[in-house]
Nanobody, 125 residues
C-alpha cells in the first residue's frame, strides 16, 4: 500500500513563501506521476500541479504559474512544492497524490489512486 505524508505547511504573510514536502513509501517512486491538489473551504478540489516520474515534465494550473514550482527527488522518495508570492487565493488544504505512470505525461491526470492526509496553508495580511 502506498503511503503519502505531507509536511511544511503553516501560516505565512502575503507575498511570502512556503515549501511543502511529501514523502512516499513505495519502492518504485519514479514509476508514479505525482501531483499537488488543494481545496479551500466551500470550493471544489483543484489540481495545482503535476510532475512526471522522471521529473522532466511538469504542468501547472494558470493561477500558480510563475509562482509555484513542483519538483521531486526520486532518491529520497519525496515530492516538493515551492510556493512563492503567496496571496489570498492560495490558502487551502494541500494534498499530494500519486498514480502509476503509463507513458509520456501529456497533461495532468484527473484520477489519482493514492492520497496524503493533507496539510494546511494559511496566508495572512
Amino acid at each position: 500500500q502506498v503511503q503519502l505524508a505531507e509536511s511544511g505547511g503553516g501560516s505565512v504573510h502575503a507575498g511570502g513563501s512556503l515549501k511543502l514536502s511529501c514523502t512516499v513509501s513505495i519502492l518504485t517512486f519514479d514509476a508514479y506521476i505525482m501531483a499537488w491538489f488543494r481545496q479551500a473551504p466551500g470550493k471544489e478540489r483543484e489540481e495545482v500541479s503535476c510532475i512526471s516520474g522522471d521529473g522532466r515534465t511538469t504542468f501547472y494550473t494558470d493561477s500558480v504559474k510563475g509562482r509555484f514550482t513542483i519538483s521531486r527527488d526520486n532518491a529520497r522518495n519525496t515530492l516538493y512544492l515551492q510556493m512563492d508570492s503567496l496571496n489570498h487565493d492560495d490558502p487551502a488544504m494541500y494534498y499530494c497524490a500519486a498514480v502509476v505512470s503509463w507513458g509520456e505525461l501529456k497533461s495532468c491526470p484527473r484520477d489519482f489512486t493514492d492520497w496524503g492526509q493533507g496539510i494546511q496553508v494559511t496566508v495572512s495580511s
